[in-house]
């Protein structure tokens, strides 16, 4: 028995060098990125791997200031939010929705939503600048507000879908039997039990959200009062020089929201990862 098991341990190793291997590639330009942040210009470039000599918040506050980030933050904060709380009124009704229908239609219906994959996001920029101008909603964070909901709703439903078709619909019929509307089953019976697959959809779609460039640039424009964060990142540099001291600073301060969210929501997202490990 003892055998066995060492030989099944030996048999795991290239596996454990492969994992470790990939989290060195991983640490390494993460420790560069979180240390350049720390340094002036000379240092990154003297020593680029040596630790920061002090850990002064110079560098942070100069990027805060200089590109408004401030503003900025609070911007990206408002789109995200609404834009999220969109994205789940529409896809949470619409997968309950295409889950508990078994007609073609509903067939029909999901294989147009999974279409959605196959748009590439810049083959939709200029029909969409077009209709920003049309709708008079132009260098507005309305139309943003209104356009990322519409780009997330494809992965969302789909996610959702294959969540709510898990739950036994004995568990439904139970509560038609004691009198629950569809509103009420949706919230007290499916909501609940798909919680790991809307933490996932919340999680994938606020990276996409929050780390938004192109559209945001095009419809919402540079103007300091409206821009989002992705959008004053790139004032930091220069013509000149540009300070990257400064500027990996800035950005390590646009990844701390990112970081705070993944940590609320990671627990949730790894159990729909194993719960569908499991389904499969």
């Not at 789940?88 to 294989?111: C, N, Q, T, W």
Request: proline share 6%.
């Amino acid at each position: 028995m003892n055998k066995s098991h060492a030989k099944f341990g030996r048999s795991w190793w290239p596996a454990h060098i492969l994992v470790w291997g990939y989290a060195v590639l991983l640490a390494v330009p993460l420790y560069y990125f979180v240390a350049s942040s720390f340094k002036s210009n000379d240092a990154i470039f003297g020593s680029p791997l040596a630790p920061p000599t002090s850990f002064g918040l110079d560098n942070f506050t100069t990027a805060f200031r200089t590109a408004g980030l401030g503003t900025a933050v609070v911007n990206s904060a408002l789109v995200t939010v609404v834009a999220l709380a969109l994205t789940l009124g529409l896809a949470v009704p619409a997968a309950f929705a295409l889950a508990r229908s078994e007609g073609r239609a509903a067939s029909v219906i999901e294989k147009v939503f999974s279409l959605g994959f196959l748009i590439p996001r810049f083959a939709a920029l200029f029909p969409t600048f077009l209709l920003a101008a049309a709708a008079g909603l132009f260098h507005t964070r309305t139309f943003m507000v209104l356009l990322l909901p519409a780009t997330a709703l494809p992965l969302s439903v789909v996610i959702l879908v294959q969540f709510m078709r898990t739950i036994p619909k004995e568990m439904e019929e139970a509560a038609r039997m004691d009198g629950a509307s569809t509103f009420a089953v949706l919230r007290h019976i499916y909501t609940p039990m798909c919680l790991p697959g809307i933490a996932t959809v919340l999680l994938l779609n606020f990276l996409s959200f929050w780390n938004e460039y192109l559209y945001s640039l095009v419809l919402i424009g540079p103007d300091p009062d409206l821009r989002t964060i992705q959008v004053a990142l790139p004032t930091l540099k220069s013509v000149t020089g540009t300070d990257y001291g400064v500027l990996t600073a800035g950005t390590v301060l646009t990844l701390v929201p990112v970081w705070i969210v993944y940590t609320m929501l990671q627990k949730r997202m790894q159990t729909a990862l194993v719960s569908g490990a499991v389904k499969m």
